[in-house]
């Protein structure tokens, strides 16, 4: 089925570093989200983004849909411990009601 | 607000049986969502209810089934295990008909290993 493909698929920074993470596709896309997922749970909505070239920010967090629709990223600032956890972007696809989810993105910070 | 249950938590199968999920989703919310999450294929959606109606499938072979009940709680069933069963499932409810126009909030699934 349709993938996104997310980058990179892990990182390991410093606490305080920014860190930036991306997700792209071969078609379009309606709707990007962001979730983070810490282990042992459930992902958890970051950010949604619902229009072409929107820009969203959640406290540290700051996200865009991407012009062409086929493309999102995220970035995190000034990162701290508990930021620590698998980042997934997931999106609709034009014309479908079926969530689409990337491999995921695992982040360690380092204090 | 309670937040999505799943229970149980962990399973442990052998091959050949068949195994049934439970997920209550959040009081209010009336659409359940089941994924497959494996480290090789990531999340993978199987199914959408709304209101006892399948409203979306995944392309899962017909070994998964599922069904919600009228009180919005939700099952899903595996018959006939195998190997490449062994996942965390996770369950997700929306207040939406469809995830499309309302967040999913996802329970702390249920990881199932088959032996």
């Known amino acids: 089925g349709q993938q996104l493909n997310q980058s990179p698929q892990s990182m390991f920074i410093q606490e305080g570093e920014d860190v930036s993470m991306n997700c792209t596709s071969s078609s379009i896309f309606n709707t990007w989200l962001w979730y983070k997922q810490d282990p042992g749970e459930g992902p958890v909505l970051l950010i949604a983004?619902?229009?072409?070239?929107e820009l969203t920010s959640n406290g540290r967090l700051t996200a865009q849909f991407g012009i062409t629709r086929k493309d999102s990223f995220l970035n995190i600032s000034a990162s701290i411990p508990s930021d620590v956890g698998i980042y997934f972007c997931a999106g609709f696809q034009g014309g479908s009601e079926k969530l689409v989810f990337g491999k995921g993105m695992k982040l360690t910070v380092n204090p | 607000k309670a937040g999505v249950t799943q229970t149980p938590r962990y399973l442990i199968k052998t091959r050949g049986q068949q195994v049934t999920l439970s997920c209550s989703p959040i009081s209010g919310h009336r659409s359940v969502s089941w994924y497959q999450q494996t480290p090789g294929q990531g999340l993978q959606f199987l199914f959408e209810y709304f209101s006892e109606t399948q409203r979306n499938k995944g392309n899962f072979p017909g070994r998964f089934s599922g069904r919600q009940f009228s009180n919005s709680r939700s099952e899903m069933n595996v018959s006939t295990l195998e190997l490449g069963d062994s996942a965390l499932y996770l369950c997700?409810?929306?207040?939406?008909?469809?995830?499309?126009?309302?967040?999913?909030?996802f329970g702390n699934g249920t990881r199932l290993t088959v032996t």
């Open positions: 983004l619902y229009k072409a070239g």
């Open positions: 997700a409810s929306s207040s939406a008909p469809s995830s499309y126009n309302s967040p999913l909030h």
